[in-house]
């Protein structure tokens, strides 16, 4: 089965822009296969919910080695960062087959764009809120993406733990006068 190529499909439960998931998975491991032989990146996408926030992202793969290949994308883009709840997607002669991978945890923190008063969105600067986060987080995650709606604006970190990510940054998010009727949400 070694000699036969195969597509799999990279299916990232993580929340970036095109870009990011270039630099974040897509270039690593396509540089990876061109030192191994296992395979090729073939393409990519960000898929979007229906209110236009991004869902998860992915990267098309044609294996030349499937036996070698399939474990090493798995572990490879866990390595990069590929959070919970991500699945390798591919097909064997009929029968679909997945392979999880991934160890962050995401939380996607979202901005009330719209409810508070005037004068907080005049004073407060979304850069500050991100450097600070950064800043909070450390090593133990960092800010993957982001996402600008309507009425609210997302960040989307991931790190080894969801709950001491929140523990980081939480005074700061009490404090932050643009913070205020924000949201936390774990989404891996």
């Not at 990011?20 to 032989?37: I, S, T």
């Not at 399939?70 to 990069?80: D, I, K, S």
């Not at 029968?95 to 962050?104: A, D, E």
């Not at 450390?138 to 997302?154: K, L, N, V, Y």
Request: glycine share 12%.
């Amino acid at each position: 089965m070694s000699n036969e190529t195969l597509f799999a499909y990279a299916r990232i439960n993580a929340r970036v822009m095109p870009i990011e998931r270039g630099e974040f998975y897509e270039d690593p491991l396509q540089e990876a296969f061109d030192a191994n032989g296992f395979g090729a990146v073939t393409g990519g996408g960000t898929m979007q919910a229906g209110n236009g926030e991004i869902a998860f992202c992915g990267i098309d793969i044609d294996l030349l080695d499937v036996e070698r290949g399939l474990p090493f994308v798995g572990q490879f883009l866990t390595e990069c960062g590929a959070p919970k709840g991500s699945l390798l997607e591919f097909k064997q002669g009929e029968q679909q087959r997945t392979l999880p991978f991934g160890s962050y945890e995401g939380l996607a923190l979202y901005i009330n764009g719209t409810d508070l008063p005037a004068e907080v969105y005049e004073t407060c600067d979304i850069n500050v809120a991100y450097d600070e986060i950064i800043s909070r987080l450390g090593d133990r995650g960092s800010i993957q993406g982001h996402w600008h709606g309507p009425t609210e604006t997302a960040l989307y970190l991931y790190g080894d733990s969801a709950a001491e990510m929140c523990q980081l940054i939480a005074d700061f998010l009490d404090s932050y006068p643009l913070c205020q009727k924000s949201r936390l949400v774990q989404i891996a």
